[in-house]
């Protein structure tokens, strides 16, 4: 006598949920495989290539203006030039969106200036000079008592800024844009015989960069 099985419609349905399950964990595995390898090969390539930051220094800056008109509306005029370095072996940088300006004791006295974008290669050095003004700039009141504070104690302190954008380059591959921003200190001789104009600093400074 034969005898006949059927299986039942709840059997067959625990074995389509194992068969489904088992996909799903090969997919999630392959996924994380892959992924995994991915991140390995970026981690390795940032070992290799370990991009520095550019550096700045300051080599010269010139006030050749800064005057009160009424109690707190300045007119300045100042200019300076930077030296720009890529210290990287194989790493190019593009700048963009560059601007500069001047403050003093936290105050923006001076207009913002915009730089021209531009290339550099590997490490390749560039001088960057860009004049900076400013006409009737609201500042505060007490801007005037701290100017005449600094000629009393002979020296005034500017802080001369570049902000912008870059990327980085590695072969025919460019990354995304990263915000950089750059404060070079100038100190300049202001004392009550220091020439009226232009107020000079001829020395070499190193500036902070963040990236």
């Given at each position: 006598?034969?005898?006949?099985?059927s299986k039942?419609?709840?059997?067959?349905?625990?074995?389509?949920?194992l068969?489904?399950?088992k996909s799903?964990?090969?997919?999630?595995?392959?996924?994380?495989?892959?992924?995994?390898?991915?991140?390995?090969?970026?981690?390795?390539?940032w070992?290799?290539?370990?991009?520095?930051?550019?550096q700045?220094s300051?080599?010269?800056?010139?006030?050749?203006q800064?005057?009160?008109?009424?109690t707190?509306?300045?007119?300045?005029?100042?200019?300076?030039?930077m030296?720009?370095?890529?210290?990287?072996?194989?790493?190019g940088?593009?700048?963009?969106?560059?601007?500069?300006f001047?403050?003093?004791?936290?105050q923006?006295?001076?207009?913002?200036?915009?730089?021209?974008?531009f290339?550099?290669?590997?490490?390749?050095?560039?001088l960057?000079?860009t004049?900076?003004?400013?006409?009737?700039?609201?500042v505060?009141?007490?801007?005037?008592?701290?100017?005449e504070?600094?000629?009393?104690?002979?020296?005034?302190?500017?802080?001369?800024?570049?902000?912008?954008?870059?990327?980085?380059?590695?072969?025919?591959?460019?990354?995304?844009?990263y915000?950089?921003?750059?404060?070079?200190?100038?100190?300049?001789?202001f004392g009550?015989?220091?020439?009226?104009?232009?107020?000079?600093?001829?020395?070499?400074?190193?500036?902070?960069?963040?990236?």
């Amino acid at each position: 006598m034969s005898q006949v099985f059927s299986k039942s419609p709840e059997h067959c349905a625990k074995q389509g949920g194992l068969t489904i399950d088992k996909s799903y964990k090969k997919l999630f595995f392959a996924f994380s495989s892959f992924f995994s390898i991915v991140l390995a090969f970026i981690f390795l390539i940032w070992l290799t290539l370990h991009p520095a930051k550019p550096q700045f220094s300051l080599r010269e800056a010139d006030i050749y203006q800064l005057s009160l008109s009424g109690t707190h509306l300045l007119n300045s005029s100042i200019q300076f030039t930077m030296l720009s370095r890529n210290p990287n072996k194989k790493i190019g940088i593009y700048y963009d969106e560059l601007q500069a300006f001047a403050a003093y004791k936290g105050q923006q006295i001076t207009f913002d200036s915009f730089l021209p974008p531009f290339y550099q290669g590997h490490e390749e050095s560039n001088l960057l000079t860009t004049s900076l003004q400013g006409t009737g700039l609201p500042v505060a009141l007490s801007f005037g008592y701290e100017v005449e504070h600094d000629q009393t104690a002979g020296r005034i302190v500017l802080n001369l800024k570049v902000n912008g954008k870059l990327r980085w380059k590695v072969g025919t591959w460019v990354s995304g844009r990263y915000r950089f921003n750059v404060n070079c200190v100038s100190v300049m001789s202001f004392g009550p015989n220091a020439p009226t104009a232009p107020l000079s600093s001829n020395q070499a400074a190193q500036c902070s960069t963040a990236v």
